[in-house]
């Protein structure tokens, strides 16, 4: 298993519980399948599936209250005015941004985060398996700041800045902690079985969250 080591930060985050139907709430940390998109964002490749290894948390958890709008629905698949009509040349606008669909609604969210991401790769099939390809290239896409698109914290409008760890990763403000259980926390989805969700619970220790220990399946 080759590994990296990501350094990622932004003024807000918001990896929302699913629990929460109206409200969006975020967990207290990043989630290791958010963790995953920032990766597959700067380096993806079908050859290769990234893991989560371990989340540092570099900075004290802050939430703070805002409001966002948002719509109520999805625009339609079907129909004249849907994305299969507008794919084969339809003359119909798609797009859903009405008054009658527009809400305001409230989010508990992260402020002022900072992350260190310890991943690996694993590979999917017996062909393109170059460890030092991979590594070097997923190096060098994250130093130059390239990305297939822009990794966001949790919501696409939290945008992550990122850069690969130079020599030791520092020390967490939070090293000094005592340990904190930070509950039933969403692990992945596996989208070829039924969309099955995988939770595991998690403990923040010295400002670390290990997160290969405790998955289990919904």
């Not at 995988?198 to 923040?204: M, N």
């Amino acid at each position: 298993m080759a590994g990296i080591q990501l350094r990622v930060w932004g003024d807000y985050a918001c990896f929302t519980r699913p629990e929460m139907k109206v409200e969006r709430v975020s967990y207290d940390v990043m989630t290791p399948s958010a963790a995953r998109g920032i990766l597959e964002a700067i380096y993806w490749k079908p050859a290769i599936r990234w893991g989560i290894d371990r989340i540092h948390v570099m900075k004290p958890i802050r939430f703070d209250n805002v409001r966002r709008n948002e719509v109520a629905g999805k625009v339609p698949v079907g129909g004249s005015g849907g994305v299969n009509a507008a794919m084969k040349g339809g003359n119909a606008p798609l797009r859903l941004y009405v008054e009658e669909s527009r809400q305001q609604r409230a989010a508990m969210v992260l402020r002022d985060v900072e992350y260190v991401i310890e991943a690996h790769f694993d590979y999917t099939s017996a062909e393109d398996r170059n460890d030092g390809k991979h590594l070097d290239m997923f190096n060098r896409r994250a130093k130059k700041g390239q990305c297939f698109h822009r990794p966001y914290l949790g919501c696409r409008e939290f945008a992550a800045h990122f850069e690969p760890v130079k020599g030791d990763i520092p020390v967490s403000e939070l090293a000094g902690d005592a340990p904190r259980d930070l509950g039933w926390m969403l692990y992945d989805i596996n989208y070829a079985a039924d969309m099955t969700p995988f939770f595991f619970r998690p403990t923040l220790e010295k400002g670390i969250v290990d997160c290969r220990k405790g998955v289990v399946a919904a």
